[in-house]
């Protein structure tokens, strides 16, 4: 019997460690499975995802269903170059995307005129433009390569009318855009003329004179801008057009978003059109523009949004959304355009290529609201993603998912 009682308390014993350790076991579980099991440095397990041969951890590698990186076997290397509109934007997208996949991608700034040269002459990787290419662009690009340049969207594009006024805040001055074009045509020359101070009511405007500043080279921000002019006045239609470069009668010619702006910001009485995030960094007032409606609407990226509201993008996306019937849409909004060699003559190169625009169509679009550009609309990523996925790297595509 006493043999009995002792085995008893042993087995009772036993039960009662058997129990603590399974509760043990299934809290650490449970601890696991919340992400808080922590390691010698106190991150916590879900801060330790693991990486790759690279460094890169893998939490980060996949985006809309491929790979956020390139194969191994792709080009770490890229150059790129062309328009300074959304400049900003695409330096911070280069940065992110190497600090995940290594890619260094050197983008040069210089205008989409410049952009298209480059890359039609295959002296850089890819281009940049925020105009559509012209039929003579198209047809020497498709000579350097029997499949031409594939144009995908890369960011929305409002360009904002930017003054230097003392007193005018940004958005306060309203001008209309045959107005707007009298100015560019040189035919309105003074600030206080009767067709401005009549979209001003109580607004004390000066005498001085308008300094008419715009872009001197070849530049997809003047294609916007002068392709909304054309719609808006006959007369700007019949004697400037639309084009990246164009004959403006006056004043002051500058280089680049950032060349037109200093040239406002220096110049008192000065009017001129920048990409908006330019106007915010260098603190400059923009103007209300009255769209088609009616409604006087400045620049934002909530009014550029506006623009693409009911629009039927074409699979190709050359489209340009000046004078949007939208009653909030601001009136000057159109895309910026990555410029892509249909077959890529370089495999490495193409994958990298087709890998980092499917990363910045998607992932990156997330970097714009800070610096004030519009994230692309959702019917634009679609056929974004179709361009994409025929892009040929040789007889495969370029984009692959392993």
């Not at 996949?101 to 700034?109: A, M, V």
């Not at 060349?259 to 008192?268: F, I, R, S």
């Not at 800070?370 to 994409?388: G, M």
Request: hydrophobic share 40%; net charge neutral; glycine share 8%.
């Amino acid at each position: 019997m006493h043999h009995q009682k002792v085995d008893t308390r042993r087995s009772a014993q036993w039960l009662r460690i058997a129990a603590a350790g399974a509760l043990g076991i299934l809290a650490l579980t449970f601890a696991i499975a919340c992400g808080d099991s922590k390691d010698s440095d106190g991150k916590s397990a879900s801060d330790q995802a693991p990486s790759d041969s690279a460094g890169r951890s893998s939490d980060a590698k996949m985006t809309a269903g491929y790979p956020t990186c390139a194969p191994a076997s792709a080009a770490k290397n890229l150059t790129a170059a062309g328009a300074t509109f959304p400049f900003p934007l695409y330096s911070k997208m280069i940065d992110e995307y190497q600090k995940l996949c290594g890619t260094k991608i050197n983008y040069q700034s210089i205008g989409s005129g410049a952009g298209i040269t480059q890359v039609t002459a295959k002296t850089v990787d890819y281009g940049a433009s925020d105009g559509i290419l012209t039929q003579a662009q198209n047809e020497a690009a498709a000579a350097a390569n029997e499949g031409g340049l594939v144009m995908i969207p890369g960011t929305i594009a409002p360009v904002a009318v930017v003054v230097n006024l003392q007193g005018v805040q940004a958005g306060q001055l309203k001008l209309s855009g045959d107005v707007l074009a009298d100015i560019y045509l040189k035919k309105i020359t003074r600030w206080n003329d009767p067709r401005i101070t009549a979209l001003n009511p109580g607004m004390n405007l000066p005498s001085s004179d308008i300094t008419v500043a715009y872009r001197s080279d070849s530049s997809g921000t003047t294609n916007i801008f002068t392709n909304y002019l054309t719609k808006v006045s006959p007369e700007f239609l019949a004697n400037v057009g639309t084009a990246n470069s164009v004959k403006f009668p006056g004043d002051v010619g500058a280089q680049g978003n950032d060349g037109v702006a200093g040239q406002v910001k220096q110049l008192p009485g000065a009017i001129g059109y920048v990409e908006l995030a330019y106007a915010k960094q260098t603190g400059l007032a923009w103007v209300s523009l009255k769209n088609k409606s009616g409604n006087f609407i400045a620049p934002s990226l909530e009014s550029a949004s506006h623009a693409f509201e009911g629009v039927t993008i074409p699979d190709d996306t050359r489209v340009v959304l000046t004078d949007s019937p939208n009653p909030q849409a601001y009136p000057i909004t159109s895309f910026t355009w990555m410029l892509v060699y249909q077959d890529a003559t370089d495999p490495a190169k193409g994958q990298a290529i087709a890998h980092y625009a499917w990363w910045a169509i998607h992932d990156g679009q997330k970097l714009g609201q800070a610096l004030d550009y519009p994230a692309l609309p959702a019917d634009a990523v679609k056929k974004a993603e179709n361009l994409i996925l025929n892009l040929k790297c040789g007889p495969a595509a370029c984009l692959v998912r392993s």
